[in-house]
């Protein structure tokens, strides 16, 4: 007697009970949802999707997101060039830039130094940042890793790369509780966390 | 320097926010999650959300989804023909068939009664449902519209009309808390109330 839907209704729970954050029971919602409303309503979402991924690429600068040759930040004149903020991934750049206490330039890392997932330092994105250091246009790096064991060892070991070209290296103060996600930081304690950078 | 995001990103967030349960929080991290899947992952659910669109249609019988001619229940010939259950939407079919107390054939209103919301009788499936029961192969129609003020009044109405034609007519039971709603009843709730219908 079990009910067995039709095999697309069952091919979108299947895909976005993949989106983070969403189980089987909410998947199942949304795509009744997707099922119920106007048709325009889903098509958006699917386009939308569609765009985002045919559009939006990694900025060959900095590594942020973006859907034009540079991105918002490395296009943005009126911001600090000398300064660089180096982070794990594109989506840190939103919360940095929700504290309002930083207008220098930003490097997407990639990821963090984790001999146990595999994750070497030739996998990172480190070569175009030390090409954008040898250009001697960088006074100071911040480094915006998160606060846990991977992010700290990636910020040191960054920073004994970065200091021979006599450039000042800086870590973001522990106002962030240590053990905690970029992603989920509030504005205030970032701003803190900013402004108490001291040097590695 | 508030951070302005590419407009496709932007376009995906906003898009998946309108999805049911979802915030800009969650919609904000779903859109990074999407750009940074792989390709494959993310044409995946935007090409299931399009299919499903396009193929999944109301059973022209009973109003359930189906991707063919007619639905899954309505094409199986070990239910028994002769049982109605009125629901109010098609999700709520696979709330009952979780159940594993029922095992006729569904008709699907598409709403209740509302005349607050300037829902009418006439806006609803009720001219499919009547000459279903004309034609007299219909014995009983348990009537599980949700228990609330609408649901009861249209279960009401319905079987004011129906009874003329000398067909039995149930509600389910009470066993499901008051003011609830069919999609988030648990399985044994469900049962007990379809076991404990009676007649109206």
């Known amino acids: 007697m079990a009910l067995s839907y039709p095999q697309s209704l069952n091919d ?13 029971k909410s998947a199942q919602r949304m795509a009744f949802h997707l099922l119920g409303c ?7 979402l699917a386009e ?25 930040v ?5 911001r600090d060039r000398s300064l660089l903020c180096v982070i794990e991934s594109a989506r840190d750049i939103a919360s940095m ?17 984790s ?16 090409r954008r250091i040898e250009t001697g246009a960088v006074r100071e790096v911040v480094m915006a890793t998160n606060p846990d064991v991977e992010g700290e060892t990636t910020a ?18 522990h106002g962030l509780p240590v053990g905690g996600d970029l992603e989920y930081a509030d504005e205030a304690t ?6 108490g950078r001291k040097e590695l």
């Not at 490395?74 to 009126?78: A, F, G, K």
């Not at 970032?190 to 402004?195: F, G, K, P, Q, W």
Request: charged residues 20%.
């Open 38 to 44: 106007k048709k325009g309503e889903a098509e958006a």
């Open 115 to 130: 001999p146990m997932d595999g994750v070497t330092p030739d996998k990172l994105n480190i070569a175009p940042l030390m």
């Open 97 to 113: 830039e929700r504290s309002r206490s930083y207008n220098g330039l930003y490097h997407v890392l990639g990821g963090v130094i």
């Open 74 to 78: 490395c296009t943005d004149n009126s």
């Open 156 to 173: 040191l070991y960054l920073a004994k790369k970065i200091k021979p070209y006599g450039v000042r290296v800086s870590r973001i103060a």
């Open 48 to 72: 939308a999707i569609s765009a985002a991924r045919a559009r939006i690429h990694a900025c060959p600068e900095c590594g942020n997101y973006t859907d034009g040759e540079l991105c918002a």
């Open 190 to 195: 970032l701003s803190l966390a900013l402004n």
């Open 12 to 24: 979108l729970i299947r895909e976005l009970s993949r989106l983070p954050g969403v189980g089987a």
